[in-house]
Every structure is written in structure tokens, then in C-alpha cells.
């Protein structure tokens, strides 16, 4: 029998517990989870220069050892379209945040008999609602 593969990605720069629900609901579409990680440089392009807080070798390090991640694969470019080409998963997932229609990748896999989903985020946890946490306590 042939494992379903499903797919997110994001930056995970302070892993939280809204990163740690929403990737055990991830792993619950299928069988195996796989991560996309902007490397350190498309952070940069995407957060800014003061970001990330933690280096991808890091972010990887914490991800796969969380129980329902089984493999995450460090990416530069902006947009993981190239790595959802290669991987071809079955399921490709983004926080309820994103509308199916705007999921990089969600055409292609739709295309190709797979499902697109758009889950809900169950925490209120932001890394950048930490980050600004954080720069007050210094205020």
C-alpha cells in the first residue's frame, strides 16, 4: 500500500504550541509529513533583515523532533513551488490563514489527484506576536 504524503511549509523560526497543533492535525491527513523550511536567506526576503531569530540548521533540528514530522527539506526560494514539484505529495496544507486559492502549489497537486487544505489555526500563538512580547519586556 502506497503511504499518503502531506505536504506544508512555512519559516518556523520559534516553534510554539499553534506550530506544534497544527502540525499533528497535518500528520493526521496522511501518512507521512514533510516539512519545506525556508532557509535562512528566503526568511530574510520574506520577514525582513532581522529575521530569522533561529538558523534554519536549528529550525530543522527542533522540527524533526517533534513525534508528527517525519522529514523537513531546507529550501531558498521564496515560495516552496519547485520543492511541491519534486515531493508530489497527496495533501498540501497551510494555516487557515491562507485561502486554498493563494496556497503555493495547491494547483499543481489539485492537478495531479491530490487535496488542498486550509486548516484552522487552534492557537493564538504568532512568532511574531513573541518576538514583539519579547522587545517589550525591555521597554
Known amino acids: 500500500m502506497q503511504k499518503k504524503v502531506v505536504f506544508t511549509n512555512g519559516c518556523f523560526d520559534?516553534?510554539?504550541r499553534g506550530h506544534v497543533e497544527?502540525?499533528?492535525?497535518?500528520k493526521e491527513l496522511g501518512d507521512i509529513l514533510i516539512i519545506g523550511l525556508n532557509s535562512d536567506e528566503s526568511v530574510r526576503g520574506l520577514k525582513g533583515d532581522d529575521r530569522p531569530i533561529n538558523n534554519e540548521e536549528d529550525r530543522r533540528k527542533v522540527l524533526m523532533a517533534l513525534k508528527s514530522?517525519?522529514?523537513v527539506i531546507i529550501f531558498n526560494e521564496l515560495d516552496p513551488l519547485r520543492l511541491v514539484k519534486e515531493i508530489k505529495p497527496d495533501v498540501i496544507i497551510k494555516g487557515?490563514?491562507?485561502k486554498i486559492e493563494n496556497i503555493i502549489g495547491?494547483?499543481?497537486?489539485?492537478?495531479n489527484g491530490g487535496e488542498v487544505y486550509s486548516i484552522e489555526i487552534k492557537s493564538d500563538c504568532s512568532t511574531s506576536k513573541i518576538i514583539e512580547k519579547i522587545r517589550n519586556l525591555n521597554e
Open 14 to 16: 520559534i516553534i510554539h
Open 22 to 26: 497544527y502540525l499533528e492535525d497535518a
Open 69 to 71: 514530522v517525519d522529514d
Open 96 to 98: 487557515g490563514d491562507w
Open 106 to 111: 495547491a494547483n499543481f497537486v489539485i492537478e
